[in-house]
């Protein structure tokens, strides 16, 4: 499919006006020499939200310097945000690009709009490198009460010679942060319901959709986790990179270099859960185009990884002994410090058909 996108410059941003022109030919390299995309997904823990007499530890500012360093070292050129402050809405749409994107690359990175349907306390952001990557649409999926907006992001990739060619490849981006509570598997899988209704109802096939986020599943049985790895309709499945017909509650060694939640053993003052590194809670989960087809934009295999796990912490912090070495030691302070999640991240391969 062609698709011609002209950008038009307007207060400072750049806006996609773009028409299709949809016929068949042979698809021609949009991506000279291959490019490729990071993109990570991290739930950053109440971050932004204010200290309380409970929860003293939860300080924005300390919270900051652990998240640029982060990125600074991860450098993503997506990035979905997880379990932010909704309030106020510039915390996610200005404090974040000023105080931490910023720091990793000068005024690189844009976002997708705020949206809180659901009236939650808590929010989602995707962020994005402006020079890579241009933003097309949102459309919402589904929110509840106590529920972050579940929305649908299209985006564009941005090869070298688009202005030439006008000829470029969606990326279709599911941004959710899951029910927590192991009582609430029924919940998780009626917000996971009604993204696969959703995806159905507006799509003949899925091309290069991903869903990425916190799924809070307490082991990889759930019903809702399994019913998009498994719908009905094979046409809509979607691909864990990291999934084994094991179980990561009964058996969180088979998933030892996959766990991302908890990073800590013990309660610290920011009230995240404590039990050490022992479930899968974060996902980045992959249409069949991604994976399986031959496709100008491809998964590209043995990418998925979770920063900060060695395998090597099953049931114990992520800091303990023996000493880990999957990042520098600053960074793998500062994701014990941030939240109780690890970041997960995969790269796309932009490259010809």
């Known amino acids: 499919?062609?698709?011609?996108?002209?950008?038009?410059?307007?207060h400072g941003f750049f806006i996609p006006v773009f028409v299709f022109v949809i016929f068949f030919q042979a698809s021609n390299a949009f991506a000279s020499g291959g490019d490729t995309i990071k993109i990570i997904s991290y739930n950053t823990l109440n971050y932004g939200l204010p200290s309380t007499d409970d929860?003293?530890?939860?300080?924005?500012?300390?919270?900051?310097?652990?998240?640029?360093?982060?990125?600074?070292?991860?450098?993503?050129?997506?990035?979905?945000?997880?379990?932010?402050?909704?309030?106020?809405?510039?915390?996610?749409t200005d404090t974040i690009p000023d105080k931490i994107l910023d720091s990793v690359c000068y005024h690189c990175y844009d976002h997708t709009p705020f949206t809180?349907?659901?009236?939650?306390?808590?929010?989602?952001m995707l962020y994005f490198r402006k020079d890579k990557i241009g933003y097309l649409s949102t459309k919402?999926?589904?929110?509840?009460?106590?529920?972050?907006?579940i929305n649908h992001y299209k985006l564009y990739y941005k090869s070298k010679d688009l202005a030439v060619t006008h000829d470029t490849q969606f990326i279709n981006i599911i941004l959710v942060h899951l029910e927590s509570g192991g009582s609430n598997s029924d919940i998780r899988a009626t917000e996971l319901g009604a993204v696969m209704k959703y995806l159905q109802q507006n799509n003949s096939t899925l091309n290069n959709f991903i869903i990425m986020g916190d799924f809070n599943s307490k082991s990889s049985h759930e019903k809702g986790y399994q019913s998009v790895l498994f719908p009905n309709n094979d046409k809509f499945r979607f691909y864990d990179p990291v999934y084994n017909s094991s179980d990561w509650k009964k058996n969180p060694?088979?998933?030892?270099?996959?766990?991302?939640?908890?990073?800590?053993e013990e309660v610290l003052s920011d009230c995240g859960a404590a039990k050490g590194m022992y479930l899968v809670f974060d996902h980045i989960l992959l249409s069949n185009?991604?994976?399986?087809?031959?496709?100008?934009?491809?998964?590209?295999?043995?990418?998925?990884?979770?920063?900060?796990?060695?395998?090597?912490?099953?049931?114990?912090?992520?800091n303990d002994a023996p000493t880990n070495m999957a990042a520098p030691?600053?960074?793998?302070?500062?994701?014990?410090?941030?939240?109780?999640?690890?970041?997960?991240e995969i790269k796309l391969l932009m490259s010809s058909k």
């Open 55 to 92: 929860c003293p530890g939860l300080l924005t500012f300390k919270k900051h310097k652990y998240l640029r360093e982060i990125l600074e070292y991860t450098r993503p050129d997506i990035l979905g945000l997880i379990k932010m402050t909704a309030t106020p809405v510039t915390f996610t």
């Open 329 to 344: 030691k600053y960074i793998i302070n500062d994701l014990y410090f941030m939240s109780t999640h690890l970041p997960v």
């Open 140 to 149: 919402y999926i589904y929110s509840d009460v106590g529920t972050s907006d």
């Open 253 to 264: 060694e088979d998933y030892a270099m996959y766990l991302t939640q908890s990073t800590r």
């Open 116 to 124: 809180n349907i659901s009236h939650y306390t808590k929010e989602n």
């Open 289 to 318: 185009s991604l994976v399986n087809e031959k496709n100008s934009v491809k998964y590209l295999k043995g990418s998925c990884k979770v920063i900060g796990q060695d395998g090597k912490h099953i049931n114990i912090s992520l």
């Open 1 to 10: 499919m062609k698709v011609t996108v002209f950008l038009m410059k307007k």
